[in-house]
């Protein structure tokens, strides 16, 4: 009995070990795949972004929080693909060192060795959960709250000394611009109203301030003159008369930006702002400002979303497990061009969904089903047939046939047989020895 209890024990330490171990190898490509996927998409967010508020540090923070809250949205995205790369990259190290093989040889099953992989599928899904069901619909609005203000306040900043910018319907040439205080040197400003009106001005300085009340940048404007025309003088007849306005000022306001005296609107404009309850919610009684079938686009694609998660362990190990260290490249591109067509084609159901009527069983519930259908059959072969499925076998064929036709179409060219001919040249023994 004690020396029963002392093996099953060992078998527990044992197996902990290796469930220990699994995870290690896949989380570390997994969060590398992640991170570097979520900092590319971010610094592209935030270039874009940063050209509108060049030289404004009130508004560069404003960024910062936009990209901050961008995360939730790059993460739903993001942590799919990086859970496939990670079981690709972490399972094909284990089958080229033959890891898996001595695992296995010890009594350990595939399926077995697969359990804490599907633990962690199951946790990033719950992840994805909260993310695509809570956080991301509530940072989605405050995304298009932040985009709104910057687009609203920044236009001033991104004047240039020595050009001339069209700002709305006024023209504006600065000959000095200190863009960390936000002052300027030698304005000119022309202005035409919609009653065609024409105001001209020039200042010896200016400076930004903001106006906490229309949250726009106002342009201060120090020692300057102004002169007015009443209306378009090509629009006047000979009995009007254009009549003419100037004088000098020593300080004048000149508001830029849309002024919008009330906040962003509300929360709900679409399905990307509501939650999953509220999507539920919202698909047995559809609001009057939101169409029936951009809900059930929406709610499915998030539902499906979540459900691809689970299945891709079963879709990337049969990938990832071949039967030599040479035989993988050509399973590992084709692994990742099916994982991208199929997101496509959830992309293009959603559309058709929305826009084209189509049901959500058939545009997206149908891929799912396929390609789940599709994994769990070649998993099932790994894990209880001897010898490689027939896909796998199809694959190699391919590969084979591949690498020996190109083989075949480098030995002939003229470029291989040039380089022949110079490294003969420059070895003059490795030729004599050629003519023994």
């Not at 171990?21 to 896949?26: A, E, G, I, R, S």
């Not at 600065?174 to 200042?203: H, M």
């Not at 009057?288 to 079963?314: D, N």
Request: hydrophobic share 50%; with cysteine; aromatic share 8%.
């Amino acid at each position: 009995m004690a020396a029963k209890g002392f093996t099953s024990q060992f078998c527990r330490g044992a197996a902990s070990t290796i469930n220990l171990y699994v995870l290690k190898v896949v989380l570390r490509p997994t969060l590398i795949a992640g991170g570097l996927g979520l900092m590319i998409l971010l610094m592209a967010r935030f270039v874009r972004m940063s050209e509108l508020v060049l030289g404004k540090n009130s508004s560069l923070t404003r960024v910062s929080e936009l990209m901050a809250v961008l995360i939730p949205h790059y993460l739903n995205a993001i942590i799919p693909i990086a859970l496939f790369l990670g079981l690709l990259i972490g399972f094909g190290k284990l089958s080229r060192s033959n890891e898996v093989t001595a695992i296995m040889n010890a009594g350990v099953g595939l399926l077995r060795l697969a359990q804490p992989i599907l633990v962690l599928s199951l946790a990033l899904a719950l992840v994805a959960i909260c993310l695509t069901g809570w956080v991301s619909p509530y940072a989605r609005y405050a995304t298009r709250a932040i985009a709104h203000e910057l687009r609203n306040v920044a236009v001033i900043y991104v004047v240039e000394a020595g050009v001339f910018t069209k700002l709305g319907n006024t023209t504006i040439f600065i000959d000095k611009v200190d863009p960390e205080q936000s002052t300027y040197q030698k304005l000119f400003l022309f202005t035409v109203d919609e009653q065609g009106a024409r105001e001209t001005v020039t200042a010896k300085s200016g400076f930004l301030v903001e106006d906490s009340r229309s949250r726009r940048p106002i342009l201060s404007l120090q020692d300057g003159r102004w002169q007015k025309l009443s209306a378009d003088p090509n629009s006047l007849s000979e009995q009007q008369e254009n009549r003419i306005f100037d004088g000098t000022f020593t300080t004048r306001q000149t508001p830029f930006g849309e002024a919008h005296s009330r906040e962003y609107r509300q929360r709900g404009h679409d399905a990307h702002e509501l939650t999953l309850v509220e999507l539920f919610s919202a698909a047995r009684a559809p609001p009057k400002h939101m169409s029936e079938s951009g809900i059930q686009a929406g709610l499915h694609k998030r539902l499906v979303k979540i459900a691809t998660i689970l299945i891709l362990p079963f879709l990337a190990l049969p990938f990832a497990m071949g039967t030599g260290a040479g035989g993988q490249n050509h399973r590992f591109v084709l692994a990742i061009v099916i994982l991208v067509a199929y997101l496509q084609v959830l992309e293009q159901g959603t559309l058709a969904v929305e826009h084209a009527g189509f049901s959500p069983i058939v545009a997206l519930w149908g891929p799912f089903v396929l390609v789940c259908i599709f994994a769990l059959w070649r998993f099932w072969f790994l894990c209880f047939r001897v010898g490689p499925d027939p896909v796998s076998i199809g694959l190699d064929r391919i590969a084979m046939s591949l690498s020996g036709w190109l083989a075949r179409i480098a030995a002939a060219s003229p470029l291989k047989n040039w380089l022949d001919g110079r490294t003969e040249k420059s070895h003059p023994l490795k030729r004599k020895i050629g003519r023994i």
